[in-house]
């Protein structure tokens, strides 16, 4: 990376094996009764293995990169500034956005922008009196895997724990909550290029080059402690204990794919090293804080790449924007 | 089928949904127009099968769902629900076959190479490679309509899957403009995949590919 002070990222993707200590990052429910059942994955190879919904992590980072974008200001929408989750579609009945188009969404909010929304379509009602509505959508430029534990490198304890109930008649209640430990195959992919864009027709909205790396460098900055710094459920008192994070950061610098593949796979970083070329890097790490030192690398030195398409558009201030 | 609150998996994408996920793509590597004009008269008429990966096993996962309704008093509130989603983990490579013109090849080639996901964004997916191989006999998902009751269908998974209302669908058809309404540009179709359940437990289950079997009658 330091051969070029600005890498451009067509895309990325962190291929990561993570040790979560005694969590109950995300769970089944209780199904009705009085335990709280872990979240279960059947593998191909007919085991049974410990799992943490993809939806979890991905809420973690939204709600990280919020803060960062705020920090950087680049521009929120009402609903994204209130971490109201409907995104960009909670704005429909708002005065001010009667007339909402993709482009406005994507150029007035970060957050919308990087993490996806989806306005439904509506036809007209001449008894509600309300106007036929097209979709709006732009699909998030972040996807996460569900993580799952090593066969036979995950296990779980029952903690009983007391809850007191709503109301005096509920009295206290036992809950059975498990307390899992393991090592998590987890993949995350970054749609760099996307930013400011739309990703169906690619047409760039975010013409200002400055803006687009700030939203960038925001989204790589959530990214990099939503894996240090372990969030989901029941984190308010059984925080995991994080020790180990190892993998493999792959890059993609032009059109096409970053390659992802599985820590489920013991040899996971050699086929992923297997695939580098002249457009797709790889950057491997054995610990939290090697991690940590690649991302950071990456915040300090990396810029989201421009599609070929939009060649001599993205480089002056946006003269539209309000970034 | 999926609904809001359902939806359940698949082993392996059905032949819209390879056809849907080459014209996204194509758009990101050649353009839009290219691909209107070009590929999509290609790829909307292009046979195609799927040759399931060797073993996949699905599980059900119960997931938090919120929904936004408007009461009579226009008031909107939240309402909390359960969603039902289920997850497949799968061991082996999938086959996608598509047959196109020699012409072709090549531009396909990239783009094959550069999809990321078919059908659902969080199903992370890298190609692992291109070449030219007439589809393997019986290890590929087939219309219940082509099958004319050659096969025993008792053991073999089936599903639906859509597929292109038809060969000479347009443009407008599949990709709305903003003053166009969508048509109707999917069919649904009965999919015999050539895998059997080889063991089921409660909402998991694990599918293993077998090929389909001409029936002895």
């Known amino acids: 990376m330091t051969e070029n002070s600005r890498t451009q990222i067509y895309e990325l993707s962190v291929n990561a094996l993570v040790s979560w200590q005694a969590h109950s990052l995300s769970t089944a429910g209780s199904q009705g009764t009085n ?289 | 089928m999926s609904s809001m609150s359902s939806a359940p998996v698949m082993p392996a994408p059905g032949p819209a949904t390879v056809r849907l996920a080459l014209i996204k793509t194509g758009i990101e590597c050649y353009g839009l127009d290219t691909v209107r004009e070009e590929l999509f008269p290609i790829l909307r008429s292009a046979p195609v099968r799927v040759r399931p990966p060797e073993r996949v096993a699905i599980s059900q996962h119960l997931l938090r769902g919120y929904k936004w309704r408007e009461d009579k008093a226009k008031r909107r509130t939240v309402q909390e629900s359960i969603m039902v989603r289920e997850m497949a983990h799968a061991s082996g490579p999938m086959t996608v076959y598509l047959q196109v013109p020699q012409a072709y090849e090549r531009r396909l080639s990239v783009v094959l190479r550069a999809v990321g996901y078919w059908g659902q964004s969080s199903s992370l997916a890298c190609c692992l490679g291109v070449r030219e191989a007439p589809p393997v006999p019986g290890e590929c998902a087939l219309p219940l309509t082509l099958l004319n009751g050659t096969i025993s269908l008792r053991p073999y998974f089936s599903c639906l899957a859509t597929e292109f209302r038809t060969d000479r669908l347009s443009w407008n058809e599949l990709v709305a403009d903003d003053d166009v309404h969508s048509t109707k540009a999917l069919r649904l179709d009965v999919y015999i995949w050539p895998m059997v359940t080889e063991y089921r437990q409660g909402t998991q289950k694990l599918l293993m590919r077998v090929p389909l079997a001409v029936s002895a009658q």
């Open chain 1, 35 to 323: 335990r709280l059942l872990p979240r279960r994955q059947l593998l191909a190879d007919n085991t049974q293995t410990d799992a943490v919904s993809g939806n979890i992590s991905k809420r973690h980072h939204a709600a990280l990169a919020a803060e960062y974008f705020a920090a950087e200001g680049c521009p929120l929408c009402p609903a994204c500034r209130v971490g109201d989750g409907r995104r960009a579609a909670a704005l429909i009945d708002l005065p001010d956005y009667q007339a909402l188009s993709l482009e406005r969404i994507v150029r007035e909010c970060a957050l919308c922008d990087a993490h996806g929304f989806l306005v439904t379509a509506r036809n007209a009602d001449s008894e509600a009196g309300t106007a036929a509505r097209q979709k709006l959508s732009k699909t998030t430029l972040l996807d996460y895997t569900y993580a799952l534990a090593l066969p036979g490198r995950h296990a779980e304890t029952g903690q009983l724990h007391t809850r007191v109930g709503a109301s005096d008649g509920e009295g206290q209640m036992l809950m059975k909550i498990s307390a899992r430990s393991g090592e998590y195959a987890l993949c995350v992919r970054y749609r760099c290029v996307g930013v400011g864009a739309d990703t169906e027709r690619w047409q760039l909205f975010v013409k200002d080059q400055a803006e687009r790396e700030r939203r960038h460098r925001a989204i790589l900055r959530a990214l990099r402690d939503s894996l240090v710094s372990p969030d989901g459920a029941h984190v308010a008192t059984m925080l995991p204990h994080l020790t180990g994070l190892s993998g493999a950061i792959m890059v993609r610098t032009s059109v096409g794919r970053s390659p992802v593949y599985s820590a489920l796979e013991g040899d996971y970083v050699a086929r992923l090293r297997a695939m580098t070329d002249e457009t797709c890097r790889i950057y491997p790490f054995e610990s939290v804080d090697a991690f940590y030192s690649v991302m950071n690398e990456f915040i300090a030195t990396s810029v989201p790449a421009t599609h070929p398409f939009w060649k001599g558009e993205g480089t002056g201030s946006d003269t539209q924007g309000n970034g």
